[in-house]
């Protein structure tokens, strides 16, 4: 059966079809998403959600000259279909095919690059600015923004200042109560108020009969109490805040009726006064019924059974660093309670869903706000609480003048947990937590710490809340290593790593996820002949000087293994200590190069960063190949 979608190879394909035809493209577009998420996993609600705003959006605006901005960019694979990216959609996530997010190299339909929430308001004031100040005033630009994204700061900030620029600007607001989980906060409360004013708007009728049927009040006494009665609606709608803010507001309309958003967009695109915002009511995961019903699992999915809604991934495996992470946070809450934790919006990813459980009260969802959750838990801390903040690396660099300037610079006990350190896979670049190493190490005060398995993780966390001061524990994605941990949970003595193996040619020096690896890598050294010494390092800061100097004193050899940017990382702070301490040793630094990393399995990207045993083993020999020769020539009668 032919399909509308196979003929439409860019928006002026769309255009070209009649308005009646736009609900069928919607299905056909619902069902293509459906078809190949089921299979590569992905941010199917969201998408599954804006099916029909992304359709009306193409149809009446006129991209690439119109320019979207998404906001997370999340919800744009119809747009992706609409685009020129309908056949290569199979290859959405996987290495060297298309991203999951809009992408500046990908297609002239993606003016601005995404991946992180808040943003899109800031660059498409930008754009819009640019394009004005170069006389293109007449192009539309839009940002499309989720009620999630709308509580980050950074979306707060832009709107603030695009009401003071007054540019035409087009916001649509792609209400649909959710963030990841449901959405949080007064100003989510706020968006919601619209469907409180039908009973107002009663008690108001009621309270003007009554003012007119009194003998002595007259029609200036009705008239008064009507416009009271206009003044309270406008209150207690949502468009009030944004008219406050410099916008005209249109809205709340129903984000699946194609005819209700083309007649609405249609009007919007004729305004030229200004900042507009939209406000569409959605229901996330639309269409699909499993997704409708649990929006949180159908937000991002691995693989999943169309038919049944099932999840393909055997969940039975090995707990994840996330689990582990959780579980040890309620037992040592149990035994302390001063500890209370804090997540930005990501209850599910981090896992405090399971600790909110338990200790309602002690659990804080601040919404898309990581700079404020920070803010937030260095004020508990002052307070003799034991904030721990749960932001995976890749968020957490939001908050990076929080870090230094409302904690460490008042060197005040907040714990930070920073999930999916290192490479994260399909979601890529704007997702990889391969910078926290740099972003903390430099920032006095502050004890940074990564487990090579759960056990370690564990007693990690015990640390952190012993240490009086900030610390960070880094973590990777996935499952952890399936060993066994023990209980009551026993804080590690700070600065001390470990020595796990014994060798004389070389040692390898490594951190977290890393540790692994270069045991394996010993190994596969070790059958070339070469005999190297493996520690774990367990703390980036402060490093266990002593372990690390005696064994590069002794092999002479160092490989460092990390999963950070080399660029400042665990490699560096080994190099520095070892010229701090005026030792001579060659040192090979295996971690992320200078260069973002595009998306791809882990496995994959680790093999092709030379992160995996294969490389780092490949990275000792050609380090100690030449040397380790000289030395045995040396030792030779
Ligand atoms: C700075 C930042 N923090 C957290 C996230 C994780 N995240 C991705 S989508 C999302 C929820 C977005 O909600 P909303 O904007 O309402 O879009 P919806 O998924 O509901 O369509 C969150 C918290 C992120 N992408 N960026």
């Known amino acids: 059966m032919t399909r509308l979608i196979d003929s439409i190879n860019s928006p002026i394909d769309l255009r070209r079809l009649s308005p009646a035809d736009l609900p069928e493209v919607a299905e056909e577009l619902r069902d293509e998403i459906l078809r190949i998420v089921s299979k590569t996993g992905g941010h199917l609600a969201s998408s599954l959600g804006t099916v029909e705003l992304t359709v ?133 409360s706020f968006l919601s108020r619209k469907m409180t004013t039908g009973a107002i708007t009663g008690a108001m009728r009621a309270a003007r009969d009554s003012i007119r049927n009194l003998p002595q009040v007259g029609d200036d006494m009705f008239r008064v109490a009507k416009r009271f009665k206009d003044a309270l609606k406008n209150f207690l709608s949502p468009g009030y805040l944004f008219e406050g803010l410099g916008f005209v507001y249109v809205g709340p309309i129903n984000g699946h009726r194609i005819d209700q958003l083309l007649e609405t967009l249609n009007n919007v695109k004729k305004l030229h006064e200004g900042p507009i915002l939209v406000h569409v009511r959605t229901v996330k995961g639309k269409g699909y019924e499993p997704a409708e019903k649990e929006p949180v699992i159908f937000h991002g999915v691995g693989p999943f059974d169309r038919r049944t809604g099932r999840l393909l991934k055997d969940k039975a495996g090995k707990a994840s660093y996330t689990h582990v992470f959780a579980d040890a946070l309620i037992e040592l809450a149990e035994a302390d309670e001063r500890v209370v934790a804090i997540t930005a919006a990501m209850p599910n990813g981090t896992g405090l869903e399971h600790f909110h ?60 947990a920073l999930d999916r350190a290192g490479i994260v896979g399909a979601d890529g670049p704007t997702h990889h937590g391969t910078l926290d190493l740099s972003y903390l190490r430099h920032i006095p005060n502050m004890v940074i710490m990564a487990p090579r398995d759960e056990e370690e993780l564990r007693r990690m966390i015990a640390t952190g809340l012993v240490i009086d001061g ?12 399936g060993v066994a941990v023990s209980s009551p949970i026993a804080p590690f003595e700070v600065g001390k790593g470990e020595l796990m193996k014994t060798g004389d040619d070389l040692v390898f020096v490594a951190v977290g996820h890393s540790v692994g690896a270069a045991q394996e890598a010993a190994e596969i050294i070790s059958s070339r002949g070469i005999n190297a010494a493996v520690i774990n390092a367990r703390f980036v800061k402060p490093l266990d000087a002593e372990l690390i100097c005696r064994w590069a004193e002794r092999t002479g050899n160092v490989v460092t293994v990390e999963e950070n940017a080399a660029a400042g990382g665990f490699g560096s702070a080994v190099l520095e200590m070892l010229e701090d301490a005026g030792i001579e040793a060659r040192v090979r630094r295996v971690a992320v190069p200078d260069r973002f990393i595009e998306h791809g399995s882990q496995e994959e990207l680790r093999a092709a960063l030379g992160l995996d045993a294969r490389g780092i083993a490949h990275a000792a020999a050609e380090l100690v190949g030449l040397r380790f020769q000289d030395r045995r020539a040396m030792r030779r009668p």
């Open 357 to 416: 459980a338990k200790f309602p009260d002690r659990c804080y969802d601040v919404g898309i706000a990581e700079q404020h959750a920070v803010g937030f838990a260095a004020g508990l801390a002052t307070q003799g609480f034991r904030p721990v903040v749960a932001i995976y690396s890749t968020f957490l660099q939001r908050a990076y003048d929080q870090i230094v300037h409302d904690v460490c610079l008042q060197n005040l006990p907040v714990l930070f």
């Open 56 to 188: 009306a959006l193409h149809y009446i605006f006129n991209a690439p000259e119109d320019l979207f901005v998404w906001d997370v960019g999340h919800q744009a694979y119809a747009h992706k279909l609409l685009t020129g990216r309908r056949e290569r959609f199979h290859t959405l996530r996987q290495r060297g095919g298309i991203s999951g997010f809009p992408k500046r190299e990908e297609s002239s339909y993606d003016p601005f690059g995404a991946g992180h929430a808040s943003t899109s308001i800031s660059a498409a004031l930008g754009i819009a600015e640019a394009l004005s100040k170069k006389g293109e005033g007449q192009r539309r630009v839009i940002a499309v923004i989720g009620d999630g994204g709308l509580t980050g700061g950074m979306a707060l900030e832009a709107l603030n200042h695009t009401g003071h620029l007054g540019r035409d600007l087009v916001v649509v607001l792609n209400d649909n109560a959710m963030s990841i989980s449901p959405n949080v906060g007064a100003l989510s």
């Open 470 to 481: 900030p610390s960070a524990v880094r973590y990777p994605r996935g499952s952890a290593k």
